[in-house]
Structures are given as C-alpha cells and as structure tokens.
C-alpha cells in the first residue's frame, strides 16, 4: 500500500510540474488578443508613450514566453522588449533567420496586404540563442501604417 501512495503522489507531483510548465508558453488565442490590445494603446495613447510601454521588458505586453513588438511599414523595429537594438537599425529588411527567410519582409508585406495574419519563422525563445519554429500574429494598427506582432513558439528546435 505504501508503494502505492509513493507513486500516486510522483504522478500528481508530475502532472502539475507538467501543467506549470505548459501555462509558460503563450497561445496564438493570446498573441491576437494582446495585438489588438497594443493597437488599441497606440490610437488611444499616441506613439510616444507605447513605445515606451511596448518596449517595456517589464510591462504588460510581455508575458509567459512572448512579447509584442511594434514596427512601421519601412521596416523600422519602433519598440522590442526583449531585443531593443533592433529599434537602432534603419530598417530590418536584410535580416534574415537561419533558413534564409527575410521574415521582416513577410511582416511588412502582410501588414501591407492584407492587414493581419500569421508567419512562420525561425528566433531564438527569449534569453536563449537557439532558433526555434515560430508563429508570429501580425496585426496592422487601423488608420496608421504601424503594425505590431507577437508569436508563439511551436515544436522544438531545428538546429
């Protein structure tokens, strides 16, 4: 009987390590919704001060593993909280991930085109350096030629 119990309880104790665990990585559900929450700061608030709050690494649009950046549509990084010198660059249209995908290029486009949707990528989680498989939400901010994005992270990692 003892054994027993020894065992129940490592499988509960495994089942909320893995559930804990689980709740750290954001969904695509939560990417959208904080999107529209950004673009609804920036008309509301003005450029100025959501860049700060968007380029806050401690603010409330980067949580779990995700984060919301903020961009204009000549590819300028206007706020990252989690890279803040992409924001010293002209424009990000060179940048290219591990497979060659300009994906920056593909934000703007979309913003561009169609005004929202999702693109598939290779970047590194924040605080690590191996590129993994992303989702990124991008929402173009209505009335302005700004858009911001936010992604998810998927399967593992491919180098």
Partial sequence: MKKFHII????????FATNAIAGQSATKDECVVKC???????????LEKA??????????????????????LDGKMLA?????????????????DPTDKA???HFVNLAR???HGWVEYMWPKPGKNTPWKKLTYIYRV???DIFVGAGVYVGGMMY
């Fill in 8 to 15: 129940s309880a490592v499988l509960i104790i495994l089942f």
């Fill in 36 to 46: 529209h929450e950004a673009a609804a700061l920036i008309n509301s608030k003005g």
């Fill in 51 to 72: 860049v700060k709050v968007i380029g806050d690494p401690e603010g409330p649009f980067v949580w779990k593993d995700s984060y919301v950046f903020m961009m204009n």
């Fill in 80 to 96: 990252h909280p989690i890279k803040p010198e992409l924001t010293k660059q002209e424009h990000l249209f060179l940048m290219t």
């Fill in 103 to 105: 994906l920056f290029v």
């Fill in 113 to 115: 085109k169609v005004g």
């Fill in 142 to 144: 209505p009335n302005q």
